[in-house]
């Protein structure tokens, strides 16, 4: 026994000295025009890499001699040779496209696309520039995405009119959950944090299961960083509602581990609108030094990242915590009174009426690399805790405020539990077939003073298949098909209050008893087959043409099926049905793309068809509860949607660079009686986007690579409108910015300054949240960006 440490220090010699012989190899895998090909596959004997951020690479452990090599990325060329090592080695490759593939359009770089499916890739320098205050709205300016605003920081996107649970947004493979709670729920997603987003449009988007009819916001947050510490800290600021924030990425990467750590911290004041009052209710509202009482806020957001790459393997743990709390516009929760919305003095406190939201998330990653095969395992969880707080209120006589948070008006707590498993196989390099498995569990418990939804429990499993053959180098092919089982069990909910209130008031106790009953006891089981298939041509060296067609489906969310109360948020009473079927439909997607060196364009045409499509229709019915007004029911229809999406992007003598994007969609429901034939809500109205740019190309002393640019942004009329909506004018506002880079002996960062609504335009976005209370859009803004890198 005594020898045992003796052996161990043997080993431990004899292993130092073993990697001491052994070499390293690394450089940059870079394009024809030198830009660095992240995520390019590296494969040297048995061991697997990927390119990290702009196409950096390190693999080490290598024995002296030759050694086989293969560098490949998709729409390239791949390099295979052999290559001998005598010592640690720097070398760079530079891949040539492959004119047979496809391309498209990703911004800030184009490459070619080998998939019918509709997708775009948005990198994180282009996220950064463009940030707006919140995830969606840093999207806007995309062709077919728009978003709904809740106020200055929080927001949902749309997309082609489809909003709310018919858009996925996943983070590293995992759904985020917790805006299926209503209209006034936005997403609790760090925008400095994220690397890199894909935006998949249509039925391409059928691996995401439930939730993504409209499409699938894809967040990627597993990026391999180089090898050493890399990092920035950006400071950020704008004046429409006084913002202060602060962010930082981290990161650090020895041999095969890596680490990150990302921060923000925000803090925004009462946001400015062009407007000195409002009509909500019939009731004159005014607004206090154009500024929008109690919609303040604070954001505190903190990621972890703890990964490994190995020969054959690449995993990721992750850990995010996102704390949001803003204030409700008074005039907009509850009913309006002139003294809620008086000036109090202070922009930047958050009274009460309020929400708070805490969304902590934990993703495990795991991915198998082999020669023409891999595996991937995820596991999720999520806690959403979400509260919206108001001073007690009473409408029923004898009811008393709860002892422990009075105050506390609605309380949700889910808790979501996630697992995903996939194979794909590629076969004779021109078959690749995947297969996946993914199980969801939700529990969802309440409390507070209010109710509007119950509690429930809930889980979902999916099994699909995809393939794709790469028939000629011109011609590719895509399939896929799903199948979906789900329950939901909701959990009644009795209010004696209401029933004392209502018998008190005259009514009968059978009535009494139907609303007091705010939910019944529900067991619901769903099942879906889904198909999808597409075809990508390639008809000329510039030019690709897709056509995707297949089937869709969602699930009824618990709100829809359960929720039956007032919803101070959104305005209403809300009420569920819980004999709502899944809603179900048919895609139809186009698209055809140019790509040449300076000039890309793309159009993309569009038919979605509901056998039942479900909304929140006026009932022409009044709520008995107190102070209710008409009782809003969740419905479904057949419906119909359609549009259209252009996308140009060009440059002139390699200085000016010009943008312009238009969308156009048309939808409506279809009823026996023609006459109810509206359209859907929240739809988009034709609208678009255009940018000019002029690039200093000569290098400064100081500034590097600015530019200085001017837009515009612009929507024609929505009359075309559901019921209950209001018709919204037609508006352009302008904005400018300058952009550069600054370097100062060791010293550089980036500089962003930009001016939205120059002109103070007041204005309505039809899609807001707040345009049923004639609320308009902010009005100017100057914003300033600073980003400074570490490494």
């Known amino acids: 026994?005594?020898?045992?440490?003796?052996?161990?220090?043997?080993?431990?010699?004899?292993?130092?000295?073993?990697?001491?012989?052994?070499?390293?190899?690394?450089?940059?895998?870079?394009?024809?025009?030198?830009?660095?090909?992240?995520?390019?596959?590296?494969?040297?004997?048995?061991?697997?890499?990927?390119?990290?951020?702009?196409?950096?690479?390190?693999?080490?452990?290598?024995?002296?001699?030759?050694?086989?090599?293969?560098?490949?990325?998709?729409?390239?060329?791949?390099?295979?040779?052999?290559?001998?090592?005598?010592?640690?080695?720097?070398?760079?490759?530079?891949?040539?496209?492959?004119?047979?593939?496809?391309?498209?359009?990703?911004?800030?770089?184009?490459?070619?696309?080998?998939?019918?499916?509709?997708?775009?890739?948005?990198?994180?320098?282009?996220?950064?520039?463009?940030?707006?205050?919140?995830?969606?709205?840093?999207?806007?300016?995309?062709?077919?995405?728009?978003?709904?605003?809740?106020?200055?920081?929080?927001?949902?996107?749309?997309?082609?009119?489809?909003?709310?649970?018919?858009?996925?947004?996943?983070?590293?493979?995992?759904?985020?959950?917790?805006?299926?709670?209503?209209?006034?729920?936005g997403l609790e997603i760090d925008a400095f944090s994220v690397e890199n987003i894909e935006i998949i449009k249509g039925v391409g988007a059928i691996e995401h299961g439930s939730d993504a009819i409209g499409g699938v916001i894809k967040i990627i947050n597993d990026r391999v960083p180089v090898v050493g510490f890399t990092g920035e800290v950006i400071g950020f600021t704008k004046s429409v509602n006084n913002t202060i924030a602060a962010s930082t990425n981290l990161s650090f990467r020895e041999d095969q581990f890596f680490y990150k750590f990302k921060a923000t911290g925000s803090e925004f004041g009462d946001y400015a609108v062009p407007t000195d009052n409002i009509v909500y209710l019939n009731r004159n509202i005014p607004i206090y030094d154009e500024r929008l009482k109690n919609t303040a806020g604070k954001e505190v957001d903190l990621y972890g990242q703890m990964g490994y790459l190995g020969d054959h393997y690449k995993g990721s743990l992750s850990l995010s915590n996102v704390y949001f709390k803003s204030g409700f516009f008074p005039g907009a929760h509850g009913i309006p009174t002139l003294s809620r919305v008086r000036d109090d003095g202070n922009q930047r406190n958050i009274g009460y009426p309020f929400q708070r939201v805490n969304h902590l998330k934990f993703i495990n990653k795991n991915e198998w690399f082999f020669h023409d095969y891999s595996i991937e395992i995820i596991l999720g969880f999520q806690n959403n805790h979400r509260q919206e707080w108001s001073r007690f209120h009473t409408h029923y006589t004898g009811q008393t405020a709860p002892e422990t948070n009075p105050d506390l008006e609605l309380d949700f707590n889910l808790n979501t539990y996630d697992f995903q498993g996939k194979y794909s196989r590629e076969f004779n390099g021109s078959h690749t077939s995947s297969i996946g498995v993914q199980t969801q569990v939700q529990d969802n418990t309440i409390s507070g003073y209010n109710f509007l939804l119950p509690e429930y429990y809930r889980i979902n499993q999916g099994l699909y298949a995809t393939h794709s053959y790469k028939a000629t180098e011109k011609i590719y092919f895509n399939l896929g098909a799903r199948l979906d089982l789900s329950r939901i069990n909701i959990k009644g909910f009795y209010d004696k209050n209401l029933y004392d209130y209502l018998v008190q008031n005259g009514s009968s106790e059978t009535i009494a008893n139907d609303y007091a009953t705010r939910s019944s006891e529900t067991t619901r089981d769903f099942s879906n087959f889904n198909f999808m298939g597409g075809i990508l041509y390639n008809f000329q060296k510039n030019w690709d043409f897709s056509v995707n067609a297949g089937t869709s489906f969602r699930l009824p969310t618990a709100i829809e099926l359960g929720a039956n109360g007032i919803h101070h948020g959104s305005f209403r009473h809300e009420q569920g049905d819980p004999t709502l079927d899944a809603e179900k439909g048919y895609v139809f997607d186009t698209k055809l793309n140019y790509n040449k060196a300076s000039f890309s364009a793309s159009l993309s045409p569009y038919l979605y068809y509901f056998d039942n499509y479900i909304f929140l229709n006026p009932s022409g019915d009044f709520s008995m509860l107190p102070h209710a007004g008409q009782i809003y029911k969740f419905t479904e229809s057949r419906a119909v949607l359609t549009g259209v999406e252009l996308d140009l992007h060009k440059i002139f003598a390699d200085k000016w660079r010009t943008q312009l994007t238009l969308e156009y969609l048309y939808n409506r429901q279809i009823n026996t009686n023609s006459s109810r034939n509206f359209p859907l809500p929240f739809t988009p109205p034709i609208n678009g986007f255009a940018e000019i740019g002029y690039s200093f190309l000569q290098e400064l002393k100081t500034f590097e690579d600015v530019e200085i640019f001017t837009n515009t942004g612009f929507a024609l009329e929505q009359d075309r409108i559901a019921q209950n909506e209001h018709v919204t004018p037609g508006y352009m506002i302008f904005g400018a910015g300058l952009k550069t880079n600054i370097s100062v002996n060791n010293f550089k960062a980036t500089v962003n300054l930009q001016a939205t609504n120059i002109f103070n335009t007041k204005y309505f976005n039809h899609t807001n949240f707040y345009r049923a209370l004639e609320i308009p859009e902010m009005g100017r803004n100057l914003q300033l960006m600073v980003k400074i890198p570490l490494n």
């Open 1 to 185: 026994m005594r020898q045992i440490p003796f052996v161990l220090l043997l080993f431990i010699i004899f292993q130092n000295y073993s990697y001491s012989q052994q070499l390293s190899l690394e450089g940059r895998i870079v394009d024809e025009q030198g830009s660095g090909l992240e995520n390019a596959h590296i494969h040297i004997n048995n061991t697997f890499a990927l390119a990290g951020e702009n196409g950096n690479y390190h693999i080490g452990n290598f024995k002296e001699g030759q050694h086989r090599l293969s560098i490949s990325y998709i729409g390239f060329t791949t390099i295979d040779t052999v290559i001998t090592l005598s010592e640690d080695t720097v070398i760079n490759f530079t891949l040539s496209e492959a004119s047979a593939n496809l391309e498209a359009v990703i911004l800030n770089g184009n490459r070619r696309r080998i998939s019918s499916e509709n997708r775009e890739k948005i990198s994180k320098e282009y996220l950064q520039e463009q940030y707006s205050g919140s995830l969606s709205n840093t999207l806007e300016k995309l062709p077919g995405v728009n978003s709904v605003e809740i106020g200055a920081g929080a927001s949902k996107p749309i997309i082609r009119g489809l909003g709310f649970n018919r858009v996925a947004v996943s983070e590293n493979g995992i759904k985020q959950e917790g805006q299926q709670w209503g209209a006034d729920h």
